[in-house]
């Protein structure tokens, strides 16, 4: 039991690179994800550019975000959580708290009162809403134009991460004390598809996931949660170096298949003549199976990546180097280089798709370099 700890915590110490350049493309996508949202009409975003009615490529944009929502920002959790169990051992509770405190907490707070400010307001000037300068535009509504926009994600963190030292603390919990638990298998995998399934669904008839409270969508955190407990368990119990390829491709298999089966169950759940709003929550099959669904995508894609990238993205360069390190900068601040992207194009007339595709390397590669760049600066290296 002690050789098995001792290992993993040998393990954790060398750099892994491929959850590096996982989230490196993690981050990635969640810029893209954020042009499409431009272009769909749906999800939070801060900005929502008209389409025409009975276009295509709207339609194709809502599966891309459909099925980027259903793995991508559980993957976050799941390897933002892998990291968790050794920091508080090599921190201690106080330096733990402290730490997280720092490298969340102060991010947080700028986003909410200075860069969600700064960004309705560059907003407003691009639609030429108000005239007024930086100062008058926020003393006039200053408490509405703060919000964590993106950065829930970073306020969850935070959360997860005070409630693992708590449980850490009641508990006693040591990971010399843990018996091995292996890798679930496909049954396993099963049953919590499905238990996951039902509890999304009941959570969804109180809160669709349309709806937040402080901008978080409680609809999708049945997921998280679980990613991030899987998360410190795929630390404790190496779960990343037991990834077999073909329980991965069986998996992955099953996630082609859903995603094949998408257009049709949009087909028939109505989405196409009267939107997706009823698959969102509520007492409708729709929801259930959606509900449902989700979680097999979550699994397939995200056992898909962690292999791939374990396989074939364990190296650095110069360039994957940088971007790792500026891939928590590129988080906070892409709203700023999506929305103005976005504005670039606003008086072209483009189909949607055509924008996304122009757009998004725009986005992903102005942010990156920027975010180089920020995080560099004196007063944020510890933090960024």
């Known amino acids: 039991m002690l050789q098995l700890a001792t290992a993993v915590r040998h393990r954790a110490k060398e750099r892994l690179f491929y959850l590096d350049n996982l989230r490196t493309f993690l981050t990635a996508l969640v810029i893209c994800h954020h042009v499409a949202n431009t272009y769909t009409g749906t999800g939070r975003w801060y900005y929502m550019e008209p389409h025409p009615s009975g276009a295509v490529s709207p339609l194709l944009l809502t599966m891309f975000l459909a099925i980027n929502q259903s793995f991508f920002m559980s ?7 892998f990291f968790t169990p050794l920091s508080f051992e090599r921190k201690g509770l106080a330096l733990f708290i402290r730490d997280r405190l720092l490298r969340l907490g102060l991010p947080l707070l700028a986003y909410f009162f200075v860069l969600n400010p700064s960004l309705e307001y560059v907003i407003s000037r691009f639609k030429g809403e108000t005239q007024a300068g930086y100062f008058n535009f926020m003393a006039a509504d200053f408490l509405r134009l703060t919000g964590t926009g993106p950065l829930w994600f970073v306020l969850s963190l935070l ?4 409630a693992y030292a708590v449980i850490r603390v009641a508990t006693s919990a ?8 292996p890798l679930p298998t496909n049954m396993q995998i099963l049953g919590f598809i499905l238990a996951i399934g039902l509890i999304t669904f009941l959570v969804r008839i109180r809160f669709s996931v349309s709806e937040a409270v402080f901008n978080l969508q409680l609809g999708y955190f049945p997921l998280y ?3 991030y407990i899987f998360g410190v368990w795929a630390y404790r119990y190496s779960w990343f170096d037991s990834l077999r390829r073909t329980q991965v491709n069986q998996w992955f298999g099953a996630s082609i298949g859903v995603i094949a ?11 196409f003549e009267s ?3 009823v698959f969102e929550g509520g007492l409708t099959w729709q929801a259930y199976v959606y509900a449902t669904l989700e979680p097999v995508l979550c699994v397939g894609i995200s056992m898909k990546l962690l292999l791939m990238f374990k396989e074939r993205g364990d190296a650095e360069n110069r360039l994957t180097r940088r971007m790792a390190r500026s891939a928590y900068t590129a988080y906070i601040i892409h709203p700023f280089f999506v929305v103005s992207a976005t504005f670039l194009l606003a008086g072209v007339s483009l189909d949607p798709l055509v924008k996304f595709l122009i757009l998004s390397p725009l986005a992903v590669i102005s942010c990156f370099l920027v975010s180089d760049a920020v995080r560099r600066a004196p007063l ?3 933090i960024l």
């Open 261 to 271: 089966l998408i257009p049709v169950i949009m087909a028939m759940g109505g989405a």
């Open 174 to 181: 040591s990971e010399n004390k843990q018996r091995p638990r």
């Open 75 to 81: 993957l976050f959790f799941l390897v933002s959580a």
């Open 159 to 162: 959360i997860f991460a005070m």
């Open 380 to 382: 944020l290296r510890r």
């Open 225 to 227: 949660i679980c990613m």
């Open 275 to 277: 939107g997706t709003e």
